[in-house]
């Protein structure tokens, strides 16, 4: 919980949320924190599975290039408190290779790891 300054950073979030800069938040609070909690503001980043998906299409293209987009769909479900994302291997069950993974925590959309089959 914020202690300083925290009426001021919740009036603004609360009124414009884009507006919060997490740095400005840290100064005001003198604190080294990452994750900054404002009172009443409780939300899963990403809340879905179409969400899910989303990320990992930004995401794995940039660890694995373009061609990984070639395993669309993806398929999202959750697990505990994260997402698993995994690509569709086309071309029958007899198909060599592998598709790329992806676990994105559903609360606040960090990549847990990132993986590609043979």
């Not at 603004?12 to 840290?26: F, I, Y």
């Not at 179409?50 to 987009?69: R, S």
Request: glycine share 12%; hydrophobic share 40%; proline share 4%.
């Amino acid at each position: 919980m914020l202690v300083a300054g925290s009426q001021v950073i919740a009036r603004t979030a609360k009124s414009n949320p884009a507006s919060l800069d997490k740095q400005a938040v840290a100064s005001k609070c003198n604190c080294e924190s990452e994750k900054v909690q404002i009172p009443g503001l409780s939300v899963d980043i990403v809340a879905n599975a179409d969400t899910a998906v989303k990320v990992a299409e930004v995401i794995l293209p940039t660890i694995y290039g373009d061609g990984v987009l070639g395993q669309r769909p993806f398929k999202a479900s959750l697990s505990g408190g994260y997402w698993v994302v995994v690509g569709t291997l086309h071309g029958g069950p007899y198909m060599l290779g592998g598709v790329a993974s992806i676990e994105i925590r559903k609360t606040d959309s960090k990549i847990l790891s990132v993986s590609h089959g043979k």
